[in-house]
């Protein structure tokens, strides 16, 4: 009837789904969420709307680098309404689902479930969604890839042999479920002494070039080991002033994931 063609013209359209790029690595503590975390500021601080889903289970520690840990995700309509954090980027975390180590009792499929409530969310007007997946090649990265099929995937390791073969892995993932990798980040690549300056390479340095240009992915560059990084990341606030080395190696590769 004319009534309802009226009605169905009155509704505003659909905000556009956000584009899904995925941050993942092979193992834990390379700096996946670090990395996630001071992208999507820096994204933030060049104008673009960026949200984060902190799909780690086993570690969600987004709700801290991002500093909305009292924070609660309202649901609206069946769906969650994420958080906003001071830095002008919007979150939804595992960590705001459950109490901390509680969903490292969760068996797969659950874990692929609430991963999916995060991403299916009410995102608004963000245009990008980084995802903060959990290490390795488990459920989250399995439904993530089956559900939501991320235009492009990051992979972070340490210079290390082994966090390479562990993050070959988590490429060779995304590969067979046609998920295109942007490239590969070398975190905590060359420590600068606060007291002589000395630059030293606890984990090796060089080791994910060597190995992006060996298999043909991208190198999208290096983060340093810095304590700046972590203290930032402990007191929520990742990349704030943007100033510093730390932040232009951050930055830098935020303007390859912009363009
Ligand atoms: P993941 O998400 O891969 O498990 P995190 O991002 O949580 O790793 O990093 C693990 C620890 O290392 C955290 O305490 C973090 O603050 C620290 N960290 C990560 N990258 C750096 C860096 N480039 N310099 C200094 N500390 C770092």
């Given at each position: 009837s ?45 104008g ?41 980027v919007?979150?939804l ?23 999916a409530?995060?991403?299916d ?68 690549s ?20 060597t190995?992006?240009e ?39 590769i ?6």
């Amino acid at each position: 009837s004319e009534v309802r063609v009226a009605m169905v013209a009155d509704r505003a359209p659909p905000p556009p789904k956000p584009r899904i790029i995925a941050i993942g690595s092979g193992k834990g503590g390379v700096g996946k969420s670090t990395l996630t975390a001071n992208l999507a500021v820096a994204l933030a601080r060049m104008g673009r709307k960026v949200g984060v889903v902190d799909a780690d289970v086993y570690g969600p520690s987004q709700p801290t680098i991002l500093d909305t840990k009292g924070g609660k995700p309202e649901a609206r309509d069946d769906k969650l309404v994420p958080v906003q954090s001071r830095h002008g980027v919007p979150l939804l975390s595992m960590g705001h689902l459950v109490e901390p180590g509680k969903a490292l009792a969760w068996r797969g499929p659950m874990a692929g479930n609430a991963m999916a409530q995060l991403v299916d969310a009410h995102w608004g007007d963000t245009e990008l969604l980084l995802i903060d997946l959990p290490p390795g090649t488990g459920d989250v990265q399995l439904t993530m890839l089956q559900k939501f099929k991320p235009e492009g995937a990051v992979i972070v390791s340490t210079p290390q042999d082994l966090a390479l073969i562990d993050a070959q892995r988590a490429a060779n993932l995304f590969d067979s479920g046609k998920v295109p990798i942007i490239g590969l980040v070398e975190n905590m690549s060359g420590y600068a002494c606060p007291h002589c300056g000395e630059v030293s390479d606890p984990f090796g340095r060089g080791g994910v070039e060597t190995a992006a240009e060996g298999t043909g992915i991208p190198f999208l560059g290096r983060i340093p080991l810095a304590l700046e990084i972590r203290k930032a990341s402990d007191a929520g606030a990742p990349n704030t002033s943007g100033d510093g080395e730390e932040a232009e190696a951050f930055s830098a590769i935020a303007a390859k994931l912009a363009s």
